[in-house]
C-alpha cells in the first residue's frame, strides 16, 4: 500500500542525517516478509538479505536496518553466512558501504544544465522527471540511431545487461562502450578463453584455492588482495591447509607479502618467464598425459602451409566448419577422424575406441602434407624459450624459474590463478593464454584444486550440448544464454554485422575498423564494446560505405570515462565537442564525468532498490540465485535504472517491443510482464518490482527444470528474502554430473580444451604470421620506449606499473566514503601514494612525502604525486595506485583528492580486441 512520509518522519531522518534536506520517498517499503526482525532498546531490527555493489563479485550481505519512531535507517553490513560464495564474510569496502547512501553529496533529484552553460561546469538546474525525460527522448529524436552510445560501468554490464541489449536492439542503437572488456575482462580473460571456451562479462572461473597444493600469482593483487572476498576466504584456507604460494610481482604487494615466495620480476616480463616454465614443464614430462590425450587439442595432427602458418588436418562441412579433426590411433596404428565437437577423444567419428597419440610417427602424411601432432608443435615452438633465455628477461634466476616449474609440476594438484584485470601490455591476452595452457597441462580444469568454473556456466553448457544433440541448435537462444565464447561470438555478429541492423549500419567501432583496413592502416578484429574510432566518430573523421560515421549522443550508466578512461584528454574532448547534441548520466554522485552533462537522472544507492531481476551466484562453483532486496526507502527523488529504461522507450515509442526483449533475454513471461507493467505504471509504483516479480515466477519453473518440482513465484520469494539465495544445485552434484570436459565439452570450437587457438590462426591467416596471433606459442616483448634499443633505462627513469589496493576496486567504492578515506588516511602512503624504492629515491635526493612530479617519458603527460619510499619494490620501478579521490569540487571527501592515474596513460590498444595498454612506457620523477 502506497504511504506518504509523515512530517514527523521526515524531521526524525533528518536529524538522523545531520540536518540533510530530504525529499520525500516515492513508495513504501512495503516487505512481504518480516521473518528476520527483532527487537531491540533503539527500535525494531530488521535484517535485509542483498548483493553487495562494490564489485564484480557480487558478495551476499544481510543488510541490518533499525525502526525508529516509524523511520527505517541502515545501521550495519554484514556477510550472509548461508552464501557459500563469500561464507559469511565481507570486506572493509562493503561494510562502509551504507555511507554511500547517507552520502550528503549525493545526486538527489534530475537535473538540466543550465541553457548557455558549457560542459566541464558545473551549472545546472532541477527538473522533474517527466521534463527530464522529455528533454532526453527529444534530443534522441532529431538523431540516427547509430548516432547514439551507450557508456556502461562494470554495474552496467553485470546487473542490466539483460536491459541494454534489448535496449539497444529495440532502438536499433549499435553502440555500447563497456568499460570492464577494455579495462580488465577482454585482456583479463579473453587468453584463458581461448584455451578454455570461457567468456562473459562476468568472471566464470573461481580458483579453488583452498584445495590446491601450490599456488602461483601474477600480475594480480586484485582477485585476492583487493577486490573479491569470494576468493580471498578460499585463499585464507589455503594458506591455513599448508599450501605453497609463489608471488611473481615487482614489488611485495598485500598478495606477496602472504606469500611463502615473492619473485621480484621486472615489470611486463611475466610472459617470458612462464614460456619458461611451459619449456620445462613439456621436457620434464610433468603433464597429465591421460588427461591432455583426451580432453585437448593437443593429439590433433597439424601442417605449416606455405605462410608458415601451423593448420589443423580437418574436414570442413558445408558450412565451412570443421566437420571432423584427426589424430593418429594408436590401436589401430593409423589417421583416424575424431568429432568435430565433444568433450573427448576416445571415441572416432565411426564411433569406435581409440587411443590417440600425444606423438606423431616421424613422416606421416596426410592429404599431401607432412604431419605432426598440436603437441609436438609445442614442443617444437618451445625449444628456445629456456630458464636461461628468460632469466636474461625477467631478472630471475634460471635454477629459479626450473626449480618452480618443476614444483608446479609436481605438486598435484597445482594452481596458476588466471588473473584479473590484464589490461596492460601487447603481450597479456598471451600470457593468460599461457596460464591457462599450463593449468590445462596439470590436468587442472573443474578439479578440485584447479580452476572451477561457475553453476551458471555448467548449466549453459549442458543447454547448449543438449541443443546440439537434439538438432535445435543455438542460433535463435538470446546471446546472453550461450555459454563462453558462444556468448563472445553472437556479441560480435551483433555489433560487428551490418545486417543485424534495420539501417546497416555496424557499430562505429567496427566501422572505424574496416575504414582503417581500407586505408591499410592499424586495426583492430574484434573491437566489440571497444571507445576505438569514438572520437573519429564525433568528429566525424572517417566514412562508412561513403558516409561520415558519426556519434552525436550518449547514455552513460554507472561510467565515469573522465576519470577512468586512458587517457582523461581524450574523453574531456569526446563529451564537449559542440558535434555531440546530447550527453546523459545515470549516477549516484556527482562525478568528473556527470560535469559534461546535459542531463543528470539520479540513481538509487543499492540499498535502496530491488533489483529487477534474480542473478547467479558469481563465480560460485553452486547452481544458485541471489538478487538485492530494498533495505529502506529511497532518501531522494531518485529511480532505478530500469525504470528509467523503459520511459525512454516509452516515450521514443518502444516500449512494447522492448519489454519483449527484456522478457526474451532474460528468460521472463512476456504476457505476464506487460500486466505486471502495466499494472504497476497504474499503481504508480518502481516498474523494477514488476520485472521483480516476472522473475520469481520464472525461477519458479526453473526450479522445476533443475530439481524435477515446479516452485511458485511467492515460493521463491520468501526464501531469497530468509536466506538470500535460491540453491538448485551444491557445487558437488555440479561437478559430478556436468564436469567440463570430463561429461561434457567447453564451449570452444571443439568441445575440447584448445592449446592451439583457432581464433588466434584466423587472426594470423588474414593479418600474417607473427607472435601475437600465433596459434601455438609466440614471444612478444614489451615495449616501453620508442627507442628500438634500449639496454639499461637512464638515472631518473623508471618502469611504470600500477594496480589495485584494498580499499579501492571500481570507482564507487571508495568515492566520497568518509569511512575508507578514515582507513586511508594511516597507510596514504601506501594506498594512495607513488611507491619508490628507498635507496633509488636517496640517490635522486627524493624524500619520503615529498609532492614530485611524474612524467610519462614516452608520450608526455604529467601529474604530480605524494611519494611513498620502501624497500619493498624493485629500484627500477614505480608503483601508482588505482586513484583515490576524483577533481569534482561538488565531492566534499574525495574533491581535489589523489593522482589522477589516468591522466599519466596514453591511449595504447592492442590489436585483438583494443584492450588498453596501460603499462607500455617509462617515467621520470623529479621533486617540485
Not at 507 to 526: E, H, L, R, T, Y
Not at 819 to 848: D, Y
Amino acid at each position: 500500500m502506497h504511504k506518504n512520509i509523515t512530517r514527523r518522519q521526515f524531521l526524525k531522518v533528518a536529524g538522523l542525517l545531520g540536518g540533510i534536506s530530504l525529499l520525500r520517498p516515492l513508495w513504501s517499503l512495503g516487505h512481504s516478509s518480516l521473518d528476520n526482525k527483532s527487537a531491540s532498546a533503539g527500535g525494531m531490527v530488521l535484517w535485509v538479505p542483498s548483493i553487495c555493489n562494490f564489485c564484480s563479485s557480487f558478495c551476499n550481505i544481510n543488510v541490518e536496518t533499525k525502526i525508529e519512531s516509524g523511520v527505517r535507517r541502515v545501521v550495519k553490513i554484514e556477510g550472509n553466512p548461508e552464501s557459500p560464495l563469500n561464507r559469511g564474510k565481507i570486506c572493509a569496502r562493503g561494510q562502509a558501504g551504507l555511507y554511500q547512501t547517507y552520502d550528503p553529496d549525493r545526486l538527489k533529484q534530475p537535473l538540466i544544465r543550465v541553457k548557455g552553460s558549457k560542459r566541464g561546469e558545473w551549472s545546472f538546474r532541477a527538473a522533474t522527471w517527466d521534463e527530464a525525460y522529455n528533454y532526453i527522448a527529444g534530443k534522441l529524436m532529431k538523431v540516427h540511431p547509430w548516432e547514439i552510445t551507450l557508456v556502461g560501468g562494470w554495474t552496467a554490464c553485470v546487473s542490466y545487461m539483460h536491459f541494454s541489449l534489448p535496449f539497444i536492439r529495440t532502438l536499433q542503437i549499435p553502440n555500447i562502450i563497456a568499460s570492464p572488456l577494455q579495462h580488465c575482462v577482454t585482456a583479463g580473460h579473453f587468453g584463458t578463453d581461448l584455451v578454455t571456451g570461457n567468456f562473459n562479462v562476468h568472471d566464470e572461473i573461481l580458483a579453488d584455492f583452498e584445495n590446491a597444493r601450490y599456488i602461483l600469482f601474477s600480475l594480480n593483487n586484485a582477485s585476492v588482495a583487493a577486490i573479491s572476498t569470494a576468493r580471498a576466504v578460499r585463499f585464507g584456507q589455503a594458506r591455513k591447509n599448508g599450501a605453497k604460494v609463489v608471488c611473481l610481482d615487482p614489488r611485495v604487494s598485500e598478495l606477496a607479502s602472504k606469500s611463502d615466495e615473492w619473485i621480484p620480476v621486472k615489470p611486463g616480463t611475466d610472459h617470458a618467464f612462464f614460456l619458461a616454465m611451459l619449456h620445462t614443464l613439456l621436457r620434464e614430462k610433468l603433464y597429465d598425459d591421460s588427461f591432455v590425450s583426451r580432453h585437448t587439442n593437443a593429439p590433433f595432427l597439424a601442417y605449416k602451409d606455405e605462410k608458415g602458418l601451423v593448420c589443423l588436418a580437418t574436414d570442413k562441412g558445408s558450412n565451412g566448419k570443421p566437420s571432423s579433426y584427426c589424430v593418429f590411433d594408436q590401436l589401430g596404428q593409423h589417421i583416424v577422424a575424431v568429432p568435430a565437437y565433444t568433450n573427448t577423444n576416445e571415441w572416432s567419428k565411426g564411433k569406435s575406441p581409440i587411443l590417440p597419440l600425444l606423438h606423431a610417427p616421424t613422416g606421416l602424411v596426410w592429404n599431401g602434407h607432412e604431419v605432426k601432432t598440436v603437441f609436438d608443435f609445442f614442443i617444437e615452438e618451445s625449444e628456445p624459450f629456456t630458464p636461461e633465455w628468460a632469466s636474461s628477461i625477467t631478472d630471475i634466476d634460471a635454477a629459479t624459474i626450473r626449480r618452480i616449474a618443476i614444483e608446479f609440476g609436481q605438486a598435484r594438484p597445482a594452481l596458476v590463478d588466471p588473473g584479473w584485470m590484464g589490461a596492460r601490455y601487447h603481450h597479456l591476452i598471451g600470457q593468460r593464454r599461457l596460464q591457462a595452457i599450463l593449468q590445462t597441462l596439470v590436468g587442472g580444469i573443474d578439479k578440485p584444486g584447479g580452476w572451477l568454473m561457475s553453476g551458471e556456466y555448467h548449466h549453459k553448457a549442458e543447454k547448449f550440448r543438449q541443443n546440439v544433440q537434439n538438432g535445435k541448435g543455438n542460433e535463435n537462444v538470446p546471446p546472453v544464454e550461450l555459454p563462453g565464447m558462444g556468448f563472445a561470438f553472437a556479441l560480435l555478429d551483433i555489433f560487428g554485422n551490418p545486417d543485424a541492423w534495420e539501417h546497416g549500419k555496424p557499430a562505429f567501432s567496427f566501422a572505424w575498423a574496416m575504414d582503417q583496413q581500407k586505408q591499410g592502416k592499424p586495426s583492430v578484429f574484434i573491437p566489440a564494446m571497444a571507445d576505438v574510432g569514438l572520437l573519429e566518430a564525433v568528429r566525424g573523421e572517417f566514412n562508412y560505405k561513403g558516409e561520415p560515421y558519426r556519434v552525436k549522443a550518449f547514455l552513460m550508466n554507472a561510467a565515469n570515462p573522465i576519470r577512468h578512461y586512458f587517457p582523461a584528454k581524450r574523453w574531456e574532448e569526446i563529451l564537449s565537442h559542440e558535434n555531440v547534441e546530447l550527453v546523459v548520466a545515470i549516477d549516484v554522485l556527482p562525478s568528473d564525468t556527470t560535469l559534461y552533462a546535459d542531463v543528470i537522472l539520479p540513481n538509487h544507492t543499492y540499498l535502496e532498490r530491488n533489483e529487477p531481476l534474480l542473478y547467479p551466484l558469481g563465480p560460485s562453483t553452486d547452481l544458485g540465485y541471489t538478487t538485492r532486496l530494498r533495505a529502506i526507502d529511497p532518501l531522494y527523488n531518485t529511480r532505478d535504472t530500469s525504470d528509467m529504461l523503459c520511459e525512454i522507450a516509452e516515450r521514443m515509442g518502444k516500449l512494447e517491443p522492448f519489454l519483449d526483449g527484456v522478457a526474451e533475454y532474460a528468460g521472463l513471461d512476456s504476457e505476464m510482464l506487460r500486466m505486471e507493467i502495466h499494472a504497476a505504471k497504474k499503481a504508480g509504483t518502481p516498474l523494477n518490482e514488476a520485472f521483480l516479480k516476472s522473475a520469481y515466477v520464472s525461477m519458479g519453473k526453473f526450479a522445476g527444470h533443475v530439481r524435477g518440482k515446479e516452485m511458485t513465484g511467492s515460493e521463491v520469494e520468501a526464501i531469497i528474502r530468509k536466506k538470500g539465495m535460491l540453491m538448485l544445485r551444491d557445487a558437488a552434484t555440479v561437478l559430478k554430473e556436468s564436469n567440463m570436459p570430463g561429461k561434457i565439452p567447453v564451449p570452444t570450437i571443439s568441445g575440447r580444451l584448445e592449446l592451439y587457438s583457432p581464433v588466434l590462426a584466423s587472426f594470423a591467416d588474414t593479418a600474417g604470421v607473427q607472435p601475437i596471433f600465433n596459434p601455438v606459442l609466440g614471444y612478444v616483448p614489451r615495449v616501453v620506449s620508442d627507442r628500438l634499443e634500449k639496454p639499461s633505462l637512464d638515472a631518473n627513469e623508471f618502469y611504470f606499473t600500477y594496480g589495485k589496493v584494498p580499499v579501492v576496486s571500481h570507482a564507487s567504492t571508495n568515492s566520497n566514503n568518509p569511512i575508507l578515506a578514515s582507513v586511508t588516511r594511516p597507510k596514504s602512503g601506501a594506498f594512495m601514494g607513488l611507491w619508490m624504492n628507498s635507496l633509488r629515491a636517496g640517490e635522486l635526493g627524493l624524500k619520503n612525502g615529498q609532492t614530485v612530479e611524474v612524467t610519462n617519458l614516452r608520450y608526455g603527460p604529467k601529474v604530480k604525486a605524494i611519494l611513498f619510499t620502501t624497500a619493498m619494490i624493485r629500484p627500477d620501478t614505480v608503483f601508482l595506485p588505482s586513484s583515490f579521490g576524483s577533481r569534482s569540487k561538488k565531492l566534499s571527501v574525495a574533491g581535489g583528492k589523489g593522482t589522477p592515474l589516468n591522466e599519466l596513460m596514453p591511449y595504447s590498444i592492442e590489436p585483438i580486441a583494443a584492450s588498453f595498454m596501460s603499462q607500455e612506457f617509462t617515467v621520470s620523477v623529479l621533486p617540485i
